[in-house]
């Protein structure tokens, strides 16, 4: 499954153990936002990232719509008509 050695997953691992012990230290966003793209390429080197299937970049993809909330969307019109 995955091709990086033992080397390059450890450090991977190391550079995220440091950034998420900063960003837990600082609690500052840029060092939450760094922890986390060190976490993203630590699980890169084990994961297949498929790319996004246009259907993943809609909006309102993963949103739960109440009735009577949206009615655009609950009547099943495109956008360019809302």
Request: proline residues 7%.
């Amino acid at each position: 499954m995955t091709t990086a050695s033992d080397e390059e997953q450890i450090a991977a691992w190391d550079v995220y153990k440091a950034a998420k012990v900063k960003a837990d230290t600082s609690l500052d966003f840029r060092d939450g936002r760094t922890a986390a793209l060190a976490w993203n390429a630590f699980t890169a080197l084990f994961v297949e990232r498929q790319p996004p299937a246009p259907f993943d970049l809609l909006p309102h993809h993963n949103v739960a719509i109440f009735p009577g909330s949206m009615p655009a969307v609950s009547e099943r019109r495109s956008s360019h008509e809302r």
